[in-house]
């Protein structure tokens, strides 16, 4: 059995869950609506609060999809509820971030400025001039947002220039030794 795809998903206060036919489900919460369609193959039964993933047998496909499953249920009931967030931090010199509107303009080095436009359902935050915030009710948008930006200049190990998760850790390298 599914470690994961065995635990119920609590529904909180103030959270409306709707499952359809072909397991279409659909979450509104405090935050926004998040809608989706899950395999299925899995089994999900909403019951007084809480959501309850099952799959039908103990084929290999099935075992995959059960945690799977739970997982994308519960991010989505997360989502609404608290939301998620991201924070990437600029580091180099003259290295900069700046927002207007729903455009971020990033001065990378490059002899020309990046400019992104926020996804629908996505919004960052300048804090400063090196701390870009990422927030939004979808885990995987918030997370493919944050990963473009991070792209647009990978930290080096020499220097640590670049962009970088908060939480990351640059593992920094030794220069090139001089002559003796």
Do not use: C
């Amino acid at each position: 059995m599914s470690r994961i795809g065995k635990l119920p998903i609590v529904i909180p206060a103030g959270v409306d869950v709707k499952l359809e036919d072909g397991n279409l489900l659909t979450v509104k919460g405090p935050k926004g609506t998040l809608t989706r369609k899950l395999s299925a193959d899995m089994n999900i039964a909403v019951e007084d609060n809480q959501i309850v993933v099952t799959r039908p047998n103990d084929l290999k496909k099935n075992k995959s999809l059960h945690g799977l499953t739970r997982a994308l249920i519960f991010n989505m009931v997360t989502g609404v509820t608290e939301g998620y967030s991201k924070v990437l931090e600029i580091n180099g010199v003259g290295y900069r971030a700046m927002k207007s509107g729903n455009k971020l303009t990033l001065s990378l080095g490059y002899s020309h400025p990046v400019e992104m436009i926020d996804p629908e359902g996505v919004e960052s935050i300048v804090e400063g001039t090196n701390k870009i915030t990422i927030t939004g009710i979808d885990k995987e948008k918030v997370g493919q947002y944050a990963a473009e930006i991070r792209f647009k200049r990978p930290p080096e190990p020499y220097k640590g220039k670049g962009i970088k998760y908060q939480t990351e850790h640059i593992r920094r390298k030794v220069g090139k030794a001089g002559k003796k």
